[in-house]
């Protein structure tokens, strides 16, 4: 059974750059899943922010697409996410996912990790 | 952007109960809708791919049913660990988008 976990930084100050990562275990990162950002602010609903597939195709969210970047780390097994010029709208729970390829949808999370948008 | 639109919002029942939750998509998804069950403080847990394919693990009073632009999560005789709050999302076409939450309340 793939695990993930996730791990940033901290707060981040607005306008600035808020960058997490997702450590992969259990299967490796470079098999035919979609390895995904999915967000939620505290006490809301559940954003998708976007997927990559080890081919190093990506889909973003459009509300988000110029701000955002999702990348692979094959050799080390993870994925990250990067979300510049941040405001405190952008503050939540970021939680990373994977989704097998096909109609299958997302079979498994991260415990998310809270971030914080403050100066 | 396909909109998907879950009824009710939240709803009170009993440990025994059988509990219904609609989610209605914007235009036709094919089968392409997901439910998931999330806890408070807690991440998501997938419950169900493909309308009505139970992910591995979950109970069998557990279903999904619907196809195109209907879709509906029935769980028969509620646990006291079914209470949270459910996510329906489609993922037929990008962006991938999310029902506002259904939560389900102990009466």
């Known amino acids: 059974q793939v695990q993930l976990q996730e791990s940033g930084p901290g707060p981040v100050k607005p306008s600035g750059t808020l960058s997490l990562t997702c450590a992969v275990s259990?299967?490796?990162?470079?098999?035919?899943?979609?390895w995904m950002w999915v967000r939620q602010p505290p006490g809301k609903g559940l954003e998708w922010i976007g997927e990559?597939?080890?081919?190093?195709?990506?889909h973003y969210n459009p509300s988000l697409r110029s701000r955002v970047n999702i990348s692979l780390d094959k050799p080390k097994n993870q994925f990250s996410l990067r979300l510049s010029s941040v405001t405190a709208a952008d503050t939540a729970i970021y939680y990373c996912?994977?989704?097998?390829?096909?109609?299958?949808?997302?079979?498994?999370w991260g415990q998310g990790s809270l971030v914080t948008v403050s100066s | 952007d396909i909109q998907m639109t879950q009824s009710p919002s939240s709803l009170s029942a009993v440990v025994g109960d059988r509990v219904t939750i609609t989610c209605r998509a914007s235009?036709?998804?094919?089968?392409?809708l997901a439910w998931f069950q999330q806890k408070p403080g807690k991440a998501p847990k997938s419950l169900i791919y493909a309308a009505s394919s139970l992910q591995s693990g979950v109970p069998s009073r557990i279903s999904g049913s619907g196809s195109g632009a209907e879709f509906s999560l029935t769980i028969t005789s509620l646990q006291p660990e079914d209470f949270a709050t459910y996510y329906c999302q489609q993922y037929y076409s990008y962006p991938i988008t999310f029902g506002q939450g259904t939560r389900l309340e102990i009466k």
């Open positions: 259990g299967g490796s990162i470079s098999v035919g899943n979609w």
């Open positions: 235009q036709d998804i094919s089968n392409h």
């Open positions: 996912a994977k989704k097998p390829s096909g109609i299958y949808s997302i079979d498994s």
């Open positions: 990559m597939y080890p081919s190093g195709s990506t």
